[in-house]
């Protein structure tokens, strides 16, 4: 079936400092979302892409459904960024499947 | 002011005994979703509903049923709750934007059945 395989598990920067999160989709996706779960268990829309990138503030995002990817990119990490990132792909209709999450954690 | 709200956000309950989740909407999207989230899991969809009384399963529908009577509403139900029912629940919303769709999300319920 239609899966999503979000890389990596578990993330730990020092604040100031950047990665990306990764997805791989097994097949074409027709979008994508990304949701941080924060402290409270809220899950706060990130980005949705159709294609292309998008940026906001220090996070940036990238979804290339031919080569059947996804990034999330944080710079400058901050304290307030850690929690889980989820991505979320559109396979077509109302079907949207998730990602098992990343596990982030910002220190001082 | 766009939100998805979910009511009750903490609930404990015995197992055997009915569970009502409930969720509505204010931005009177046609499409609401069920999830819910187990560690290392992601996000798993129980039900779908396209619009008033046209709702679909999902992966995983065993052990729940759904009703939506108004638009703005989708309840989630557990007749007789099971200890492996133990999990958070999201409620979810979407319209089609642009050719899109974009996932509204509430807050979610933490559901723990002894």
């Known amino acids: 079936g239609d899966q999503v395989e979000q890389s990596p598990s578990a993330l730990s920067l020092h604040e100031g400092t950047g990665s990306a999160l990764r997805c791989n989709f097994t097949t074409t996706m027709r979008a994508v979302q990304w949701f941080r779960k924060n402290s409270r268990g809220s899950l706060i829309n990130l980005f949705y892409l159709a294609s292309g990138t998008k940026e906001n503030g220090r996070l940036k995002s990238a979804f290339d459904s031919k080569e059947r990817y996804s990034t999330l990119h944080i710079r400058d990490a901050q304290l307030e960024d850690s929690g889980t990132y989820f991505c979320?792909?559109?396979?077509?209709?109302?079907?949207?499947?998730f990602g098992s999450g990343t596990r982030l954690l910002v220190s001082p | 002011d766009m939100k998805v709200t979910q009511m009750p956000r903490y609930l404990i309950k015995r197992m055997g005994e009915n569970v009502l989740l409930e969720c509505g909407q204010d931005m009177s999207h046609e499409t609401m979703y069920w999830y819910r989230q187990d560690p290392g899991l992601g996000l798993q969809l129980i039900y779908i509903s396209y619009d008033v009384d046209s709702n679909s399963e999902g992966d995983i529908p065993k052990g729940y049923r759904v009703s939506r009577k108004k638009r703005e509403h989708f309840s989630l139900i557990l007749d007789s709750a099971k200890t492996n029912q133990t999990s958070v629940y999201f409620c979810?919303?979407?319209?089609?934007?642009?050719?899109?769709?974009?996932?509204?999300f509430g807050e979610g319920s933490r559901l723990i059945v002894v």
């Open positions: 979320a792909a559109w396979t077509g209709g109302y079907k949207v499947v």
């Open positions: 979810a919303s979407s319209n089609r934007d642009r050719g899109g769709n974009t996932l509204y």
